[in-house]
């Protein structure tokens, strides 16, 4: 049994066409709109990003700036007062009580400066986690700091400067750094080094919230590796670190330079940062930092030996983009499944008059030249096809009627020509051989007329011992040449 062919509906094979094209255009526009917004996001994000980044280092140097002013304004009061060193205590108290950002405060003085007070003398007051203010002679508890490291520097420098990071001797975990500030005696000597500490832990809070507030601005989602700020030193050391033990201890640069790839990136990074240059483009340096790819900004710190960097990892940037085109994408799904039904539901509609027209065809084809033919409103294509179906099937019935007319009339004349044939045959000699009773004669004749019937005859006979026979020819074929039989006899004596 021949297996049926399937039938593919042509509204569905029009529709998935105009749908293949609309989809590469879509898609094509699409791409093109995720790329040019990708890009204008990129860099708003990035510009958001800078502008935070330049909000929290104005932030922190007016927050080192007041420990600075703080120091200095008591400069004056301190030299002022240096015959009187119980009023040291109260000075040192003064400045930590007054300023929120300095932890602790401490003026050390040199060796012997004042005999009744012993050979260290170093009053200080801090600020404990509970916001108390306690004051207390740092001499009388701790190591000698006439040998310290940053007390000689000071008094070498003579100048007021920020020194290296240390961690707090009271609580022996608080990260803090100090502002130095020389004190001198009349005689312009310098007597003690005044120090104002500002915590570490302060600065890594307030950078995160910073950072908090600069993924709110950027409407970025929450992710697994979020943004990060740090405060780094001079050599990349860690000022400032979400994770208190890097605090002092990890490298930034070194980290880097771990992950750098075949361009150095990070190499070119890390000599800007040390030539305290500002990050300008938006994408910079994108390298893998804390293995993930990251957007690298920085800016030096006012005022300071600092570096303030920014790790913005890429998906963080990236994450408006891929929402806009995540966006895109299903915009252009729903426009193509809706111009998908619409189209096919169109299509399917205006093409239903071509499946009746075939279904008219098929009624014609067995014969049936009357079928109706459906009926087209619009002027179109459609209804030019319909029109020439209708004229073919007029035309196909007007010739099948004449044929049919034509037939009979032929089948008349053929009968006529067989019963005209076989008059023609009756005419002629049948029995051979001839003359079965004689020996010495025989004779044979044939008949082949070119067409159905002709006008040639012959016939032959013995009489008196004489053999007659006569031959009938005319000119032409068919029955016309019946009418012009000439007959020629030709009698022939018989010798035996």
């Not at 300008?280 to 990251?294: A, C, F, G, K, L």
């Not at 065809?361 to 002027?379: C, E, R, W, Y």
Request: with cysteine.
């Amino acid at each position: 049994m021949k297996k049926e062919k399937k039938v593919y509906s042509f509204a569905t094979r029009l529709s998935q066409w105009v749908m293949l094209v609309l989809f590469i255009m879509m898609s094509a526009l699409a791409f093109f709109i995720y790329y040019i917004t990708g890009s204008v996001l990129l860099e708003s994000e990035a510009s958001t990003i800078k502008n935070s980044m330049k909000s929290a280092e104005r932030n922190i140097s007016d927050m080192m700036s007041d420990v600075m002013v703080a120091t200095d304004n008591n400069v004056f009061d301190i030299e002022r007062n240096l015959s009187k060193p119980d009023e040291m205590q109260a000075i040192v108290e003064r400045i930590v009580k007054q300023n929120k950002h300095i932890r602790s405060c401490g003026i050390s003085f040199i060796e012997n400066y004042y005999p009744s007070k012993g050979r260290l003398f170093c009053p200080y007051a801090w600020r404990n986690d509970s916001s108390e203010i306690q004051v207390q002679r740092l001499g009388d508890v701790v190591s000698d700091y006439l040998n310290s490291k940053w007390f000689k520097e000071a008094v070498t420098r003579d100048s007021a400067y920020w020194a290296d990071p240390f961690i707090d001797g009271h609580d022996g975990k608080t990260p803090l750094v100090a502002f130095l500030q020389p004190i001198h005696d009349q005689q312009g000597r310098v007597v003690a080094v005044m120090g104002a500490d500002l915590s570490l832990d302060f600065m890594t809070e307030f950078l995160e919230e910073q950072d908090s507030l600069t993924e709110d601005a950027m409407l970025v989602a929450p992710t697994e590796i979020p943004l990060r700020s740090y405060m780094l030193s001079q050599d990349g050391t860690y000022l400032t670190h979400p994770e208190s033990w890097h605090i002092m201890k990890g490298n930034f640069f070194q980290h880097v330079k771990d992950y750098d790839d075949e361009e150095g990136m990070a190499k070119n990074a890390i000599k800007e940062m040390k030539e305290k240059k500002v990050s300008n483009s938006e994408t910079d340096y994108m390298m893998m930092i804390n293995r993930t790819p990251s957007y690298l900004f920085y800016a030096p710190v006012k005022g300071t030996d600092w570096i303030l960097v920014v790790v913005a990892p890429r998906v963080v940037l990236d994450f408006m983009g891929l929402v806009v085109g995540l966006f895109m994408l299903v915009v252009v799904l729903v426009i193509i499944q809706v111009t998908f039904l619409v189209c096919r539901f169109v299509i399917k509609r205006s093409a239903k008059p071509l499946k009746v027209l075939a279904d008219a065809a098929d009624m014609v084809a067995q014969g049936h030249f009357d079928t109706q033919l459906p009926s087209i409103k619009h002027n179109d294509e459609i209804h030019q096809l319909r029109d020439s179906f209708e004229n073919m099937q007029q035309s196909l019935a007007t010739y099948v009627e004449d044929l049919k007319t034509t037939t009979a009339a032929k089948a008349s004349i053929e009968n006529e020509l067989e019963i005209a044939h076989g008059i023609q045959m009756s005419m002629l000699p049948k029995t051979y051989p001839a003359f079965p009773d004689r020996n010495d004669i025989d004779i044979y004749g044939q008949v082949t007329p070119a067409k159905a019937v002709g006008g040639d005859l012959y016939d032959f006979f013995i009489h008196d011992e004489k053999l007659f026979f006569c031959i009938g020819d005319v000119s032409g074929k068919g029955v016309p040449a019946c009418s012009g039989i000439s007959l020629h006899i030709l009698p022939t004596r018989i010798k035996w």
